[in-house]
């Protein structure tokens, strides 16, 4: 069965509206579950389509083997963040906030906000590209600020506007390339294929303009320093299920917009140009991380700061370009998405139980609160790049092909910044896993809840972390070198 | 020949009004005359469409051209003007870069972009002159954003920006496909009534719109 690639919007837009009339939080809850199962079994059905068979055009839309491998992430991370959802929530009404509305909102909310993500990745135009990542920011503004208060607030006004400066500088990137393509007879069009095509005859001066101002816009969005003010805050005030897909699929989405400009850039004014602006924008990005991971105290805001740190890493393996060096950034794509999201949501499990977010307030936390506890610890050994995870692998492949490329001096910096995020996130997790259990073991999944609710969204994320780490397939071998070839223009 | 001469020669004129239009927003020190400011530089860029739709003879150009007027030079400041009421009453909080400094910053930014675009002129002079402005409006915009305290400001700037990216499609002909377009001004509609709520929610915590009081996620 042949689905066009719009069909992967429609389980998510679907679910949205069912929330309007969904009686109880209960059923929005079920609905969700099996509205967010559906969007991935749409996805991976597409994805399967899309590698075997060349991908063709319609409407502006597409979806390649580079698409379908974000499109499946994001639609994986988004039904373990469903899934985590129904404890979160339940947490609130607790306290007696939120209510049968609060629900439909939050739900409705997040499903839209899958929907912007998944349009991101068969999107075959750089406008509707531009739009979908737009809407990421506008769909997800009041998952941030779901709160509503002042920090909160702060934190999603920040997001809002920093975001959407950012973003419009995209798009004067995006209609720089446009009039590149006007003035060589690429016509009146944004598809990327048909940039791709073009580019060794687009005038490079502008591409080059172009390029500049799109990895300024989308970069901000994918919370590279110095473009990374609004990261932190947000990924911190976010409701734990939030952060988790701000972090795990949000920042991916920005990233291959990025990868997207790369295949067309890297034709017309070559990589030695990019690779200066990736290595530098990569190593600022480990620079600024390295030190707020050190001396950081709330927990959230730690892991948001990792992010900023990984997609610095990932820059760093656009910089060096070698199709090795591409394949291991999509490789780390998909672990660090893995990673992160199952670290957010057991932090979310670690803030339910111990009511703070400082790292000195929580201690124990493996005897105290044992599932979030142990998957945080799993996480982090994950997001610092330990075996058996698939982190593992993707850091030594993009290191070791830095060092290759010549630049021994950065490389050697990228490392050692490496080692010191590495030292800092474990000091400050072990501290809080193990460290001495003074108090009484705290009731985890708290009344009524079951544990599975707590097990089974970081466990989904972390079983294939640890499978890709270990081995990999050699489909799966040979679709991340179809990307790779793709991100080099020539795919 | 001559009608097209005549043609760029009144859009040049309505972008350079619209250009004071920016700089009279440094200017002022009202809220609400900086938001009147920006719709008349909508409208100004509007009308600048409208010359540029009677040139090609697209009829998708004129309805485009209308629903930019109607949105940026209406419904948006009608949004904006309300958050602007209920966050009113209180005394202007002073910018964090004087008034003429401001002005002197905004002619620097021209300065600037002719410098940059210029190289790139080619064989279209006219498109290199629309990025210039283009360019000089969004930094302009981002001026504000980062000069001024109040939330509404912060929006306005916004908004400036989103107009200098409307130059920069002016500048092009509006070559880009129609969807494309109507997706942009939909999200900017979205963009305006997401920071409306935001900010009546923040004066509602706040009981005021200063961003300065929104500084205390640190670390």
Same mark, same amino acid.
């Given at each position: !069965? ?22 109880? &939080? ?34 502006? @839309? ?19 963040? +469903? ?207 390295? &030190? ?9 805001? !730690? ?10 890493? @990932? ?80 850091? !030594? ?13 950065? +490389? ?12 800092? @996130? ?66 | ?39 008349? =530089? ?60 401001? !002005? ?20 279209? &002079? ?12 969004? =930094? ?13 400001? =912060? ?65």
């Amino acid at each position: !069965m042949n689905l066009p690639a719009w069909s992967i919007l429609v389980a998510p837009i679907a679910t949205a509206g069912l929330f309007l009339i969904a009686p109880s &939080p209960a059923a929005v809850a079920r609905l969700s579950r099996w509205g967010s199962a559906a969007a991935l079994a749409v996805s991976a059905w597409l994805a399967r389509a899309a590698i075997e068979r060349p991908a063709v055009s319609s409407h502006g @839309l597409l979806l390649d083997p580079l698409g379908a491998y974000l499109a499946v992430l994001v639609s994986f991370l988004v039904l373990a963040a +469903s899934l985590a959802s129904e404890r979160f929530l339940r947490g609130e009404t607790e306290d007696g906030k939120p209510s049968i509305a609060a629900w439909r909102a939050y739900y409705g909310l997040l499903h839209l906000f899958a929907a912007s993500m998944l349009l991101v990745p068969i999107a075959d135009n750089l406008g509707i590209l531009w739009v979908a990542v737009e809407a990421t920011t506008l769909s997800s503004a009041f998952l941030v600020g779901f709160h509503r208060h002042r920090h909160a607030l702060e934190a999603a006004w920040k997001y809002v506007v920093l975001c959407s400066v950012g973003l419009a500088f995209a798009l004067f990137g995006t209609i720089l390339l446009h009039e590149a393509g006007a003035r060589s007879g690429v016509g009146a069009t944004l598809d990327w294929t048909a940039f791709v095509a073009a580019a060794p005859r687009l005038d490079p001066r502008i591409v080059k303009l172009g390029f500049l101002f799109a990895v300024l816009g989308y970069g901000t969005k994918a919370g590279l320093a110095p473009l990374h003010a609004w990261l932190p805050d947000a990924h911190g005030q976010a409701p734990s299920p939030v952060s988790a897909l701000l972090s795990g699929a949000l920042l991916s989405c920005a990233f291959y917009a990025v990868m997207r400009f790369h295949a067309i850039a890297v034709l017309c004014v070559g990589p030695h140009f990019l690779g200066r602006v990736f290595w530098a924008f990569g190593l600022a990005s480990l620079a600024i991380a390295a &030190p707020f991971i050190l001396i950081a105290r709330d927990y959230k805001r !730690m892991l948001a700061y990792s992010s900023v740190e990984h997609m610095g890493l @990932l820059c760093v393996g656009l910089g060096i370009g070698s199709p090795a060096a591409i394949y291991g950034v999509l490789l780390h794509l998909w672990a660090h998405g893995l990673a992160k999201g199952s670290a957010f949501l057991s932090a979310g499990g670690i803030l339910e139980a111990f009511k703070t977010r400082r790292i000195a307030r929580v201690t124990g936390a493996l005897a105290r609160a044992p599932a979030s506890g142990f998957f945080l610890f799993a996480a982090t050994l994950g997001l610092s790049g330990f075996p058996p995870f698939a982190t593992f692998p993707s850091e !030594m492949l993009i290191l070791s092909q830095g060092f290759r490329s010549g630049r021994a001096a950065a +490389s050697a910096a990228a490392a050692a910044l490496l080692a010191v995020i590495f030292a800092g @996130l474990l000091h400050h997790v072990s501290r809080m896993c193990l460290g001495r259990a003074s108090g009484p073991s705290l009731e985890e999944a708290g009344p009524g809840a079951r544990l599975w609710e707590t097990v089974l969204p970081p466990a989904l994320l972390v079983a294939p972390l640890v499978v890709l780490g270990c081995w990999i397939p050699g489909g799966f071998d040979r679709w991340l070198s179809a990307m790779a070839g793709i991100v080099l223009g020539h795919g | 020949m001559g009608a097209l001469t005549d043609m760029t020669r009144s859009i040049a004129f309505l972008c350079a009004l619209a250009l004071a239009c920016a700089f009279g927003m440094l200017a002022f020190r009202n809220p609400r005359l900086s938001l009147r400011a920006y719709a008349a =530089q909508s409208i100004l860029l509007g009308l600048a469409a409208f010359s540029l739709a009677s040139g090609a003879g697209e009829p998708a150009l004129w309805a485009f051209a209308a629903l930019a007027v109607l949105i940026k030079g209406f419904v948006v400041p009608a949004i904006l003007g309300q958050a602007a009421e209920a966050s009113g009453s209180e005394r202007a909080p002073s910018p964090f870069v004087s008034y003429p400094l401001s !002005m002197l910053a905004g002619a620097g930014f021209a300065l600037l972009s002719y410098a940059v675009v210029g190289p790139l002129a080619g064989e279209r &002079p006219a498109a290199a002159r629309g990025f210039a402005l283009a360019l000089t409006l969004m =930094q302009m915009g981002l001026w504000i954003m980062v000069s001024r305290r109040r939330a509404l400001m =912060q929006a306005l700037g916004l908004l400036v920006v989103e107009n200098g990216l409307f130059v920069a499609a002016l500048a092009t002909g509006f070559g880009m496909p129609m969807v494309v377009e109507l997706g942009l001004a939909f999200d900017l509609l979205v963009a305006v009534g997401v920071l409306g709520i935001l900010i009546s929610r923040i004066h509602g915590v706040l009981s005021s719109a200063d961003t300065a009081r929104l500084n205390r996620l640190r670390g």
